[in-house]
T-cell receptor
Framework: DTEVTQTPKHLVMGMTNKKSLKCEQH?????MYWYKQKAKKPPELMFV???????INESVPSRFSPECPNSSLLNLHLHALQPEDSALYLC??????????????FGQGTRLTVV | AQKVTQAQTEISVVEKEDVTLDCVYE???????LFWYKQPPSGELVFLIRRNSFDEQNEISGRYSWNFQKSTSSFNFTITASQVVDSAVYFC???????????????FGKGTTLSVSS
């Protein structure tokens, strides 16, 4: 099983809403990642969790708040987003935190639209 | 400066043609890892291959093959006898052990959009 599951697949939210994106993996991976991808652009790293602890925050605005409740789950809490935050949000996991000789597996992403 | 350069923004081919996607990387590390991912319209990034810097052996997997050349810092990807299902965006990525962006996980190129028509 090399699956990373993200829910929901699509999300439309207003600028005053609070919502959460969820990511789950059962591969026993100890590193999990959030990426943001705008149309026709490569994914951009947002956060890295290693052994359930936040190890990298790529200067992401505080309206994005990550949470790792356990080694299989990764959440991204959203609050007071702006229309420019509309994007595909990808979750990934790897056996250990990159860079190591392992690959990252990605979920299908959540397409977020902020209105 | 870009760490990973995919100079081809878009490529269009007809089914059964061979196509090569170029990737040039830049790193000062002696230990690093290179990847190719495929992103179909559904959005998921599908892992295709990982190569570490000490393994220059080329690899073939079915219709896919990869040519890793450290001398030219290139890691090119060839699809033989392309099919419509190969249509996707292909990303080359780099992960460095100690470079200036160490710990930033994957450094992606800008991607190459491949369109295969029947």
């Amino acid at each position: 099983d090399t699956e990373v599951t993200q829910t929901p697949k699509h999300l439309v939210m207003g600028m005053t809403n609070k919502k959460s994106l969820k990511c789950e993996q059962h591969m026993g991976h100890r590193a999990m990642y959030w990426y943001k991808q705008k149309a026709k652009k490569p994914p951009e790293l947002m956060f890295v969790y290693s052994y359930e602890k936040l190890s990298i925050n790529e200067s992401v605005p505080s309206r994005f708040s990550p949470e790792c409740p356990n080694s299989s789950l990764l959440n991204l809490h959203l609050h007071a987003l702006q229309p420019e935050d509309s994007a595909l949000y990808l979750c990934a996991s790897s056996q250990d935190r990159l860079p190591v000789n392992t690959e990252a597996f990605f979920g299908q992403g959540t397409r977020l639209t902020v209105v | 400066a870009q760490k990973v350069t995919q100079a081809q923004t878009e490529i269009s081919v007809v089914e059964k043609e061979d196509v090569t996607l170029d990737c040039v990387y830049e790193t000062r590390d002696t230990t690093y890892y290179l990847f190719w991912y495929k992103q179909p319209p559904s959005g998921e990034l599908v892992f295709l291959i990982r190569r570490n810097s000490f393994d220059e052996q080329n690899e073939i997997s079915g219709r896919y093959s990869w040519n890793f050349q450290k001398s030219t810092s290139s890691f090119n990807f060839t699809i033989t006898a392309s099919q419509v299902v190969d249509s996707a965006v292909y990303f080359c990525a780099l992960s460095e052990a100690k470079g200036s962006q160490a710990g930033t996980a994957l450094i992606f190129g800008k991607g190459t959009t491949l369109s295969v028509s029947s």
